[in-house]
DNA sequence: AAGTAATCGAGACGGTACGTCATGTCTTACC
DNA sequence: GGTAAGACATGACGTACCGTCTCGATTACTT
């Protein structure tokens, strides 16, 4: 969340509570995570988190946040070729998905994001957003090779795409390998032809 | 849940548990939801919820079936004509996702199922898992009709349908109309060609 | 306390509780002796235990009762030489006193003799006054040989004599040894002239 | 009890628990009265009791112990003539166990000792040693003037001159008043002689 | 270099809810 | 009709965490 960087903050205490907190969502899942473990887990006080994050959730969000390359270059490749993208980028999610280290925070944050409209609007804007954006900007460039139909609805599109993962993923409907990504790619791109 | 019938339950305490449970949800969301709340309100002892039930996720599920029509018949429309199917049946089921009276049950849903294995499983064989054997069956159908190849797999294709709503309704990317549920019904049909 | 005797109560059922009371008194000590765990012991409904005693103190109380052989002779021994007599008396009190098997249910007592008046009641009527009273005709029969004063109350004597045992045995003072019996017989004697 | 002086403990709530735990006790009794009562009474979270006090027992004892006036003088009058002296002392134990303010306590008390080796301990040297203590020592002066016999065991002594009263107080075996007390005073002066 | 103010660890505090236990009442089925 | 079994409403238990609060003790800026 990172509210704000005042001048005299101790970055050990930060870095411990998020390590602690990445490492306790792991260990015992999101509903059984509390603040005062993550303190004793951390060896800082409580009010050292109080005082800088708003909410458990908050913290495992930050957490979620320093565990990824946030530099990562979120763009997709462009081949020419959208189906044989969309097939690699969707191995790619599905890959992450089924990635046990992975599961734990991922569904934490689902969960925490029903019930804290600010995380839900955090999350949407600096995790998926940025995304979703991506995959639109790769169909934009499809619709000018034909290979997507001009009309089509983008952010209905985005979502015909990684919608399904996410559902199969979310409600364990299913395994997430590359044979369904696959599956959903080829279906997606012919959705949108 | 009704995880046993042992000899004389009481069936008044029952429905008075499963409809507080029901209000309180509707009232303070589930995760401000209390098992003493519940029987405060059920007027009844604490001990007859946790005798019959394991957890509050259980007591919200079971209330939520009882508030459902089981009866009701879950197989979809066939017209003969696909897409005009599938979007009456999204209209209403992205009509039943903006109803606000079953936002937070809904939410709580899947949220709790993520950290209970029991209600996931429970979830998916009584509830989730006939809605999607019945649009399966209208997909079969269009398959004999031509209207979806025949080499589709209909357990990736069901989810191309609901996935997207769902992700839609879970991460509120956008509103949920019937403009929505028409153009993916649109996408899905031309996909599954 | 055996309120009642109706014509169909179960005699087996009676000495199961009495037997199970018993024991676990002497297991678990009397503040965490459960009507639950006796019923459970005696292998009988808890109903049963509270249609026929009042309290968990009568149960126990009836309990040591029926331990008791209430048949015996309570008088004390005469032999002409109240020291004497005394001394084999309050040995033999001292002795039941520091049996480890008389120790908890006997604290039972007093304790629940305290707070219930109609146990208290009962208790001073059955068991104790018939042995204060047996220690009194000796001590009536002293004042005859002139071993006792003829203005000594004699309410106060019998006192002076159990008074001091129950005393160092209630709050644990001291050793309950025949020593200590006699020094106690020595010095009433003494005072009683 | 006061097991430990950690940190900074809360005096405002030490001494609400105390007053609401004597003022409780007073009112139902020590068998009725519950730690959630204190706590609510005293306007303090359950955990500050549980904190600081092992159980209800210890509480009440520590209540008891504020109540009193510690620095009192406990030595026994010594105007040389012990008769005089002890129906002085006796009287006044006589008149204190007689108040009804004092009668729930002390039973109380008498009862919790029973089955807290703890509170017996700390009873026994907080409470009745320094009283028993000071009456041997009136006894070793009346040694010296030959009004107590030189090979009289003083500890026998003393549980002589209190023990019957602290008998008949227990089992309520007949009235506790002046006439009494010098009874006791009276038989207790012979038979030390 | 000393002063000073925010941050830190620690953990006590008033609370809420937990999940368990025992109470005493009741209902059912058996004998 | 008494019985074993056990569900029920009640209410206290002792524990876990909540989020707030105070306490020195660092610590890093200010003067």
Same sequence: chains 1, 2, 3, 4.
Avoid at 31 to 41: G, V
Avoid at 63 to 85: I, V
Avoid at 132 to 161: F, H
């Amino acid at each position: 969340m990172t509210v704000k960087q005042p001048a005299r903050r101790s970055e050990r205490s930060r870095q411990a509570i998020l390590g602690a907190a990445a490492e306790l969502v792991a260990e015992v899942g999101f509903p059984k995570l509390t603040i005062e473990a993550i303190a004793a887990r951390a060896g800082v006080g409580k009010q050292t988190i109080y005082r800088w994050w708003p909410s458990k959730g908050a913290v495992v969000f930050d957490a979620m946040l320093s565990g990824m390359s946030e530099d990562g270059d979120l763009s997709l490749p462009d081949t020419g070729d959208l189906a044989a993208d969309l097939r690699l980028v969707l191995r790619g999610t599905v890959a992450e998905m089924a990635d046990p280290a992975f599961q734990a925070p991922g569904r934490a944050m689902t969960t925490e994001i029903q019930s804290d409209p600010v995380l839900a609007r955090e999350y949407r804007e600096r995790l998926l957003g940025p995304n979703l954006e991506a995959a639109k900007a790769r169909l934009r460039s499809a619709q000018e090779t034909g290979e997507v139909g001009r009309n089509v609805d983008l952010d209905v599109a985005v979502e015909m795409i990684f919608g399904p993962v996410y559902y199969r993923w979310l409600l364990r409907l299913g395994p997430l390998d590359d044979a369904y990504a696959d599956a959903v790619a080829g279906l997606a791109v012919a959705g949108l032809r």
